[in-house]
């Protein structure tokens, strides 16, 4: 499952309260080049590495995608999805859209969920509200943002953030919909056809 | 949407909380030629006509499926159907795997679940204590139920109903996910789209 939204689209807090509330996700932690932030977690927030091993892991073909933001780089380890993908288990992935699309050529049955704003205003208000950034890296963010709603068509999902409880509400709906699909149970609906066809009377 | 289910697998008890609960979504009401039974409505339980009536809808080419059940005549009206359908309204149907497999054909975007009783034991056990059926009619039903059972792959949708409130969950987040398709919300989509991209800064 994969989760791209433009900056201040409300994707951390989506996905936050989505792997709070549901143990059978699992998200998936990025290798980081970029410094730790306080509070942050080795392992669990990122796993930070040094330039010269994440360059070793990237010549490796360690990464589904990778990506330079600035001064730093971004991985996701390609073994850990596919080991999961093969037990059957859940992961989530954070990733931009570019890197939507490298996992979707790798997993073709990825869910790919789009967060979008529900307009330009909503989402400049949004990233004025943050602190943090100075006017400059709002700018920078609105003008990556057009570049990143330009690719959602190509997801399969679109969770319009108007409320946040309406969008989360969505997005356990597509993770509880996504584990009903007919294709994602075939051991378990091929056992239950077995038994119902299996006990048939038999004649003569 | 269209929702099968073997008789006994929770079909109507989930489609009727779906409908209370969600103004969204209108029941389709099948044309009958069988008797009202008491409490019944004609056009909220079932149109009820009498076989000549329903004979010329049919010759009519009125009928998206109609089948015949005991003395009994069933159909859906196509045209009910095709005018939800342009006007963007939500509706559900309560078909058998055949009238699903017609519906499908019209209207290749319908959404198919299929309601799955966790085994064959715990159907019969539901069926067998349904006061109103005698045990003909329950060994009637589990024949029936075999070769509905054997059409559950050809759907989007499985819910393996164990558990009734996990049951109604998975279906209500079926129909959120499904609003969320990106096909689903095209109109919608293109309109902050069109925001984003003629807002970008003009150069010289």
Same mark, same amino acid.
């Given at each position: 499952m994969v989760?791209?939204a433009p900056? %201040?689209a409300?994707?951390t807090?989506l996905c936050k309260?989505l792997l709070?509330?549901d143990?059978?996700?699992e /998200? *998936?932690?990025s290798?980081t080049?970029?410094p730790?932030?306080? @509070?942050e977690r080795?392992g669990v927030?990122?796993?930070?590495?040094?330039?010269?091993?994440f360059?070793?892991?990237r010549r %490796?073909?360690e990464f589904?995608?990778?990506?330079?933001? @600035?001064?730093? +780089?971004y991985?996701? *380890?390609?073994?850990a999805?596919?080991?999961?993908? !093969?037990? %059957?288990?859940?992961?989530?992935l954070? +990733?931009?859209?570019?890197g939507?699309a *490298?996992?979707?050529?790798? /997993?073709?049955d990825?869910? +790919?969920i789009?967060?979008m704003p529900?307009d330009?205003?909503?989402?400049?208000?949004?990233l004025?509200k943050?602190a943090?950034?100075t006017?400059?890296?709002?700018?920078?963010?609105l003008?990556l943002a057009?570049?990143e709603v330009e690719?959602?068509?190509g997801y399969?999902?679109?969770?319009v953030?108007?409320?946040?409880?309406?969008?989360?509400r969505?997005l356990r709906?597509?993770?509880e919909?996504?584990?009903?699909r007919?294709?994602r149970q075939?051991?378990r +609906?091929a056992a239950i056809?077995?038994?119902?066809?299996?006990r !048939?009377?038999?004649? @003569?």
């Amino acid at each position: 499952m994969v989760v791209s939204a433009p900056s %201040g689209a409300g994707k951390t807090t989506l996905c936050k309260r989505l792997l709070r509330h549901d143990a059978r996700i699992e /998200f *998936s932690v990025s290798f980081t080049t970029r410094p730790r932030r306080p @509070g942050e977690r080795d392992g669990v927030d990122y796993r930070f590495v040094d330039r010269k091993e994440f360059e070793r892991l990237r010549r %490796g073909g360690e990464f589904v995608e990778w990506a330079s933001v @600035g001064e730093n +780089l971004y991985g996701t *380890s390609v073994s850990a999805v596919q080991e999961a993908s !093969r037990d %059957g288990r859940e992961v989530l992935l954070d +990733l931009d859209t570019q890197g939507a699309a *490298s996992v979707r050529k790798l /997993f073709p049955d990825a869910v +790919l969920i789009f967060i979008m704003p529900p307009d330009r205003k909503a989402l400049e208000e949004r990233l004025e509200k943050r602190a943090t950034d100075t006017p400059r890296e709002v700018a920078r963010r609105l003008a990556l943002a057009r570049g990143e709603v330009e690719k959602s068509p190509g997801y399969d999902y679109v969770i319009v953030n108007e409320d946040l409880d309406t969008a989360y509400r969505q997005l356990r709906g597509i993770v509880e919909a996504e584990r009903c699909r007919t294709a994602r149970q075939k051991g378990r +609906l091929a056992a239950i056809l077995r038994e119902f066809v299996d006990r !048939r009377p038999h004649f @003569g």
